[in-house]
């Protein structure tokens, strides 16, 4: 399978601290995406990077890639109560626009 | 901002009827659709790629004639299980790239919970 791998498969911080989550990918990917699921809902849209790119900034997010380890960390920082939610990776592959998720890590924020 | 929409949002049905679930893309027009399917606490798997005007593509291990896909124009695909058994009951979820390019954002309906009786 190519789906990916996500560490931890669950984390649960207090409010204020940093959450870091990684995910680890099999194949050549053209860039790699990020998602947030809040329960039973769809997926939001949180930052992509290209394959290209080894670092990117988004609000309190911050993304790394590592192409040669094939690997990729989501950094949230200051974390709220409302970022409670699975977060997921997805890999995107030259020549196809289709998506191959990781298997996601629930992050729990306490208040 | 780009939506798609998802009917319904749920669903609950006797094994052995078909479900017809529908996906928008509401304010743009994609010639591109991807179906998923989430059981619960796990991963989006990959079912298949909706194509507009032409064949859907499965993904391995995914019965085309269980899934039946149309994509009959810019702004919607639907996703059919047939004969659904509770085997079946899952989330599916529908997305779409607003381009054509590799890095367009892609836009995720809200779901469909589909529970076969």
């Known amino acids: 399978s190519q789906q990916g791998e996500e560490d931890p498969q669950a984390l649960s911080i207090q409010e204020g601290e940093n959450a870091t989550m990684n995910c680890s990918y099999k194949?050549?990917?053209?860039?790699l995406q990020w998602y947030r699921q809040n329960s039973g809902r769809g997926l939001v849209h949180l930052i992509l990077?290209?394959?290209?790119?080894r670092e990117k900034h988004s609000g309190r997010l911050r993304v790394t890639l590592d192409t040669s380890k094939k690997s990729s960390s989501l950094l949230i920082t200051a974390s709220r109560a409302a970022d409670t939610a699975s977060y997921f990776c997805a890999a995107g592959f030259q020549g196809a626009q289709k998506l191959v998720f990781g298997q996601g890590t629930r992050l729990t924020i306490n208040p | 901002g780009a939506v798609v929409s998802q009917h319904p949002s749920w669903v609950i049905c006797k094994s052995g009827t078909s479900v017809k679930i529908e996906c928008r893309s509401l304010?743009?027009?994609?010639?591109?659709m991807f179906w998923y399917r989430q059981f619960p606490k796990q991963s989006l798997m990959l079912m298949a790629t909706s194509n507009e005007g032409s064949k859907a593509t499965y993904e391995q291990g995914v019965e085309k004639d269980k899934f039946l896909i149309n994509h009959a124009s810019l702004t919607l695909s639907t996703l059919t299980v047939t004969s659904a058994h509770p085997e079946d009951s899952s989330f599916y979820i529908c997305?779409?790239?607003?381009?054509?390019?590799?890095?367009?954002?892609?836009?995720f309906g809200p779901g469909t919970r589909l529970t076969v009786l």
């Open positions: 990077i290209r394959s290209n790119e």
């Open positions: 194949t050549s990917i053209n860039n």
């Open positions: 304010d743009f027009q994609a010639t591109t």
């Open positions: 997305s779409a790239p607003r381009g054509s390019g590799y890095t367009d954002t892609q836009y």
